[in-house]
């Protein structure tokens, strides 16, 4: 069965990196686009960042980029997202996705930006 | 931030039909497929609705989907209790994803 683990999650202060990992098993991960999306306390959902199944095309919400960077490894069955110079409003619950549809969701990570 | 605007809630009775609406723009829902899903709290979204009204497998029928132009509505027919949660559609526009507002579904 399909399944998205994410990880990396924490607290960290305004300013600080962090870096979060997806982890996908049950299907064929270089087959497919994936996305990060977050979700900040209490609120709705916000999509960040897309990367097709080879890298060539990324593309981010203008509240991360220049911020953010999606990376994947395909050998690893791997997601990554690279969060810098990290700000109060970045705190949120953050899910990977498999693209086309946003068919299946991990079960997110906490990211809390705070000093 | 959101491009999408949905009502924040709508409520009804067991066994009714209540539908969510999803208003966008040309650039938005008038040029893409839109999709649902459904969130309960502290769980993660599941899809609901895909390419504007197709269900994945499992999705009960009670559950549809249409567009018209720019806007899109769910609609869930014969009401039940575990129906009770929020409602996100979204879209692509342009190289960016949109989500709408969300809308919680209240049983009454």
């Known amino acids: 069965q399909v399944q998205l683990v994410e990880s990396g999650g924490g607290l960290v202060k305004p300013g600080g990196s962090l870096r979060l990992s997806c982890t996908a098993s049950?299907?064929?991960?270089?087959?497919?686009?994936m996305s990060w999306i977050r979700q900040a306390p209490g609120q709705g959902l916000e999509w960040v960042a897309y990367i097709s199944n080879s890298a060539s095309t990324i593309y981010y919400a203008d509240s991360v980029k220049g911020r953010f960077t999606i990376s994947r490894d395909n050998a690893k069955n791997s997601l990554y997202l690279q969060m810098n110079s990290l700000r109060a409003d970045d705190t949120a619950v953050y899910y990977c996705?498999?693209?086309?549809?946003?068919?299946?969701w991990g079960q997110g990570t906490l990211v809390t930006v705070s000093s | 931030q959101s491009v999408l605007t949905q009502p924040p809630s709508v409520s009804g009775t067991p066994g009714q039909r209540v539908t969510i609406s999803c208003s966008g723009s040309g650039s938005n829902i008038g040029s893409n497929f839109v999709y649902w899903y459904q969130q309960f709290p502290g769980t993660a979204p599941k899809l609901l609705i895909y390419?504007?009204?197709q269900r994945p497998s499992g999705v009960p029928d009670r559950f549809s989907g249409s567009k018209s132009g720019t806007s899109a509505s769910l609609a869930i027919s014969g009401l039940r209790s575990e129906d009770e949660a929020d409602y996100y559609c979204?879209?692509?526009?342009?190289?960016?994803?949109?989500f709408g507002t969300g809308t919680k579904v209240t049983v009454l």
């Open positions: 979204a879209a692509w526009d342009d190289s960016l994803k949109v």
């Open positions: 049950g299907f064929i991960f270089s087959d497919y686009y």
């Open positions: 996705a498999r693209e086309g549809s946003l068919d299946y």
């Open positions: 390419r504007n009204n």
